[in-house]
């Protein structure tokens, strides 16, 4: 139950960061924190309460914003009725977070804001699609919402999992 929790806390709250970053790739603080969740979200990754303290410690230390604090490193506060469907689900998705955050990170540093901007708008419900919350079918998902980027910008974005979401993930459907 407390691993539920946990994973309820970290896709919480990286929803909240993609929706900020699509408002303002732009800030710092963000690439900043892109870069920490990157640094945990990998395939070896446990949620457990160690790993939370460590990220939100990691967090609060890059500087004292307002909107920072109070949206995205309130780990403690992030506490809502949405229930999680399938752990397996999304410690199968850790390598493809992983990759979205890299992503994100490479545009950032190379400050294509234009594209951090889609980037988060073709993500920003990804987290929500783990928790179950959203009634889509994974192939439907991938095509519609993350493939965005690559209608926009003319890339091979999240190609490399299609068949992930089209054979391994349409069984959580």
């Known amino acids: 139950m407390l691993e539920e929790l946990f994973i309820k806390i970290v ?11 699509r408002s303002n790739p732009e800030k710092k603080e ?11 979200l990998n395939k070896n990754m446990k949620f ?4 939370i303290k460590e990220i939100n410690k990691e967090i609060k230390s890059i500087g ?16 809502s009725c949405k229930r ?4 397996e689900l999304v410690y199968k998705s850790l390598e493809i977070l992983n990759y979205i955050l890299n992503e994100m990170i490479k545009r950032m540093e190379k400050e294509e804001y234009s594209k951090v901007r889609t980037l988060a708008s073709s993500v920003h419900n990804f ?31 999240m190609l490399c999992y299609k068949n992930t979401f089209e054979n391994e993930f349409n069984k959580y459907d």
């Not at 896709?11 to 970053?21: A, H, N, Q, R």
């Not at 004292?64 to 506490?79: A, H, M, P, Q, T």
């Open 30 to 40: 963000y690439f900043e924190i892109i870069k920490i969740y990157e640094k945990y």
């Open 127 to 157: 987290p929500d699609f783990l928790f179950g919350n959203k009634k889509i079918e994974s192939k439907i998902f991938y095509n519609e919402e993350l493939l965005f980027y690559n209608r926009e910008w003319k890339e091979d974005f």
């Open 48 to 51: 457990n309460y160690k790993i």
């Open 84 to 87: 999680l469907k399938n752990k």
């Open 64 to 79: 004292k914003d307002k909107v920072k604090e109070l949206r995205i490193s309130v780990f403690k506060y992030l506490i």
């Open 11 to 21: 896709l919480l709250s990286l929803e909240e960061l993609f929706i900020f970053i």
